[in-house]
């Protein structure tokens, strides 16, 4: 995969030229929502939801859905790294399922809600921690969604970046196996560029994240497994804030910490 490439077919997506009104003013507030999440914005994250739920009902009403739900998805990652931990990050989370929800009922078997809430039960089960009345709960109702995310994630980055996170970081025999994560994750990254090459001109609205999120997954996958790896942790880091330069956590937290290990560490 080339990192470089792919980054530059980022920069080439163009927003369409005309639209409803209410079409216009989602887009702007999706565009908004992403760069919010990047900038670790959670002020203004939460300002969005509530913009977001200002639209009207429409046809477009299930991604007003999805983006009050990815706002406060992120909103709740975000937070994961602030120090001190706030105490919303279950609400958020919470909330967020609800609105992926209802961005499902109106959209039966959309992978782009469907995904989305297996990342927040991932989020929830992790704040569940030794709690296993409150992870038997959550996991009760993830599973299936869980089961049918690993065996239909077909060539959805998005779905990649859920399904190669679960590989790397849940407990076996689910997770737990870098190999397997790092291949489903350069998957990820190379259907990410060929659905920005393809996709020229999707609206706004329409969920086309996931080429940055794969890199970061990479990044933090070469420098955290049993045998980290600086420079490839370091070259998938940097194309991620090459792609999304105001990305906070990659830029100020990740590349830090990967700059810190030993230069001549060998790959795995």
Not at 23 to 40: E, F, H, I, K, P
């Given at each position: ?28 507030l999706a565009r908004a929502v992403l760069s919010a999440d990047y900038r670790a914005d959670r002020a203004e994250l939460a300002r969005l939801d509530a913009e977001l739920a200002r639209l009207r009902e429409g046809?477009?009403?299930?991604y007003r859905d999805y983006w009050r739900g990815f706002a406060a998805w992120r909103r709740a990652i975000n937070g994961f790294n602030a120090t001190p931990t706030p105490d919303d990050l279950a609400t958020d ?176």
């Amino acid at each position: 995969m080339n990192i470089a490439a792919w980054v530059l077919v980022l920069a080439c997506v163009v927003p369409p030229s005309s639209a409803p009104p209410d079409a216009v003013r989602l887009g702007t507030l999706a565009r908004a929502v992403l760069s919010a999440d990047y900038r670790a914005d959670r002020a203004e994250l939460a300002r969005l939801d509530a913009e977001l739920a200002r639209l009207r009902e429409g046809a477009l009403s299930e991604y007003r859905d999805y983006w009050r739900g990815f706002a406060a998805w992120r909103r709740a990652i975000n937070g994961f790294n602030a120090t001190p931990t706030p105490d919303d990050l279950a609400t958020d989370l919470e909330g967020a399922v609800e609105r992926f929800r209802s961005a499902l009922a109106k959209r039966p078997d959309w992978i782009e809600a469907r995904l989305a809430m297996v990342g927040c039960w991932g989020n929830l089960l992790y704040l569940a921690g030794k709690d296993e009345a409150r992870r038997k709960a959550i996991l009760e109702e993830a599973l299936p969604s869980f089961r049918w995310l690993m065996q239909n994630a077909g060539d959805n980055p998005r779905a990649l970046w859920i399904k190669g996170g679960m590989e790397m970081s849940a407990p076996p025999p689910t997770g737990g196996d870098f190999v397997k994560a790092a291949a489903t994750l350069e998957r990820g990254l190379a259907c990410a560029w060929r659905e920005e090459l393809s996709g020229g001109g999707a609206p706004a609205w329409e969920p086309r994240w996931g080429g940055p999120e794969n890199l970061m997954d990479l990044a933090y996958l070469f420098s955290h497994s049993p045998k980290p790896d600086r420079g490839v942790a370091l070259a998938y880091a940097r194309g991620a804030v090459t792609a999304v330069p105001e990305w906070h956590y990659v830029r100020d937290v990740l590349i830090p910490q990967i700059e810190a290990l030993p230069a001549a560490t060998p790959a795995p």
